[in-house]
């Protein structure tokens, strides 16, 4: 499957993972995405060995990069300036995520450029935004994106230490923003012939993913409070940890719709007329007393038969608490196209799917992420550069092509 973008060329100019993950995402959907790196590479191809690992497969830089070419180029060198430059003029879309100032130094400013190539969208995902006091600050998403947006705060237990966020959440989040917003500035190319600049950041990012709180704080002037399941108001909106010591969430949003379900479904019906529980008001006063008599009764049976009373009850929403593992072994994970096979020389890599479907299937990626420089004379080939000053750059260290390349 070529996807909805087959056509469009994307130079991407970014360094680990908001910036190059979006590319990613458009390079699932079809575009050509150029990945311009620095001799040394994207920090992001350490992420194996960050992690542990020293398997020739690097997980997460695959995850971000595959299907995508790759140029190598110094622009520290006016040579590399200039070829990046070209390279710019004949895309669709320019994607960086390195702060405006890095892409002013080497001529690609959002202002100079865009006017320079009317048509071009021009993406730019940043720590902060592009005005303020800290719009050239530089941000990582546990910075911007967890800390400073406030989510860490807002999940922290009363009296509880920070929590830490995963790798990669904010990054991904913004990836997927980035994605739409370039997505969205091409279909406005198609009505009107103009490119635009198009930007987001983990700070925004952030604060719209705890967007609940920050409203009700805009709009109220309150902050709301972080539950704890022994004190949540709704004993139908809480975990719970059955006998087999598996976790699951009660997703009751509706207390007098989905509450008789699970009164039956744990075998207490007399719970429906019993004045301690019979209404939302009556469950919020004595909440403490019914999630106790319900933690009792949970941990008597394993998740699996608990798995199918609850399927007795249509109207009892719930979810099993699962661990990474949990969910590579879910056969729903699976079911939804959550995993594609991505080709490489030795066959295929199982990875995760982009969270979008198109025509009912997901995307399929072209091939495996490339290797640093593993394109870089067959781009500058498309440039017009001919082989003799090909050879000049590779020579001076402006350009770095993969040996397998030759």
């Not at 499957?1 to 995402?25: D, H, K, N, T, Y």
């Not at 130094?105 to 202002?111: E, F, M, N, Q």
């Not at 969208?121 to 303020?132: D, F, K, N, P, W």
């Not at 009660?250 to 379900?261: F, M, N, Q, S, T």
């Amino acid at each position: 499957m070529s996807g909805p973008l087959e056509g469009i060329r994307v130079v991407e100019l970014g360094a680990w993972v908001a910036g190059p993950g979006a590319g990613g995402i458009l390079a699932d959907w079809g575009a050509d995405v150029v990945k311009v790196e620095p001799p040394e590479g994207d920090p992001a191809r350490n992420f194996g060995r960050m992690l542990g690992g020293d398997l020739p497969v690097n997980p997460v830089f695959e995850l971000d990069n595959r299907g995508k070419r790759a140029i190598a180029l110094d622009l520290s060198s006016g040579r590399g300036v200039g070829l990046v430059q070209q390279l710019v003029a004949g895309a669709d879309v320019f994607l960086t995520n390195l702060r405006p100032a890095a892409v002013a130094r080497v001529g690609l400013g959002p202002d100079e450029t865009t006017t320079r190539h009317p048509g071009l969208v021009y993406a730019l995902i940043t720590g902060y935004g592009l005005e303020g006091p800290d719009a050239q600050r530089g941000a990582y998403d546990i910075a911007a994106f967890w800390a400073r947006a406030g989510i860490a705060e807002s999940l922290r237990a009363p009296g509880g230490p920070l929590p830490f966020q995963r790798g990669g959440m904010g990054d991904h989040t913004v990836a997927m923003t980035g994605a739409a917003m370039v997505s969205a500035a091409l279909v406005e190319r198609g009505r009107t012939g103009r490119g635009q600049l198009v930007s987001t950041s983990l700070l925004r990012q952030g604060v719209y993913t705890i967007g609940f709180d920050v409203n009700v704080a805009l709009m109220w002037g309150r902050t709301l409070g972080v539950g704890t399941r022994e004190t949540m108001y709704s004993p139908v909106l809480n975990n719970y940890t059955a006998g087999d010591g598996r976790s699951f969430w009660i997703v009751g949003l509706e207390g007098d719709r989905h509450w008789p379900a699970l009164a039956r479904a744990v075998g207490r019906p007399e719970w429906l007329t019993d004045p301690r529980f019979g209404d939302a008001v009556s469950r919020a006063v004595n909440a403490g007393e019914l999630i106790a008599l319900l933690d009792e009764i949970f941990a008597t049976r394993p998740l699996g038969e608990w798995a199918a009373a609850f399927a007795a009850e249509p109207e009892l929403f719930w979810s099993p608490v699962n661990s990474v593992d949990d969910v590579v072994a879910d056969e729903q994970f699976h079911a939804a196209h959550s995993v594609v096979e991505v080709p490489d020389e030795q066959g295929s890599l199982p990875m995760l799917a982009t969270p979008v479907d198109f025509g009912g299937r997901p995307p399929t990626p072209r091939w495996r992420a490339p290797s640093l420089g593993e394109h870089t004379r067959e781009i500058l080939s498309e440039l017009g550069v001919d082989e003799a000053s090909v050879a000049s750059l590779l020579a001076d260290g402006v350009a770095v092509a993969d040996a397998g390349s030759d």
